[in-house]
């Protein structure tokens, strides 16, 4: 166990934070993630080379996601539907913006836009499943992504503004 630990952690911490900020609560979803791939190994089933880092990966997801309809339950997570609608523009070249710049763009995100873009982008999970996830309808989670994706194209721009006059 402790060797599986020590292999998976970080992945598992990274892929954790895309979900929650970097602090207790994201600790707190990672310990009850590993505490539910000890428990459950018994249920994995080996399919091939990388197999058990993906089924440790939707362990954690999974366990990242139960944490945040916990939470809005608790605090009822506020959508943001104040936003205007933004007219379509070309999405901005993402080439000169570091990975940790836009990851922290990405956690800067509301959590109900930054958890539809992460399922979607990252879990490649379609609006139905997505859906199905969070107690949203399709719609909800087309409309989270195409506003995430506005903000995240809002922020890049920013940045490379500010890139280009330091």
Not at 43 to 53: A, D, I, N, V
Not at 98 to 124: C, H, W
Request: aromatic fraction near 10%; glycine fraction near 4%.
């Amino acid at each position: 166990m402790k060797q599986i630990y020590d292999c998976y952690s970080r992945y598992l911490t990274a892929t954790c934070s895309r979900y929650l900020p970097v602090g207790e609560e994201l600790r707190d979803v990672l310990q009850e993630s590993f505490v539910k791939i000890f428990s459950s190994l018994d249920k994995f089933s080996y399919r091939g080379e990388g197999s058990l880092k993906a089924w440790m990966r939707q362990v954690t997801v999974n366990e990242a996601l139960k944490y945040l309809r916990r939470r809005k339950r608790r605090n009822t997570v506020q959508y943001r539907w104040d936003l205007p609608d933004q007219e379509e523009e070309e999405e901005p070249d993402v080439g000169t913006v570091s990975q940790q710049a836009l990851q922290e763009m990405i956690k800067a995100l509301p959590d109900g836009y930054r958890t539809v873009l992460n399922l979607y982008a990252f879990e490649e999970k379609s609006h139905k499943e997505i859906a199905d996830l969070l107690g949203i309808t399709e719609s909800t989670s087309a409309s989270q992504l195409h506003r995430a994706r506005a903000m995240l194209a809002k922020k890049i721009k920013d940045y490379q503004k500010k890139m280009e006059t330091a």
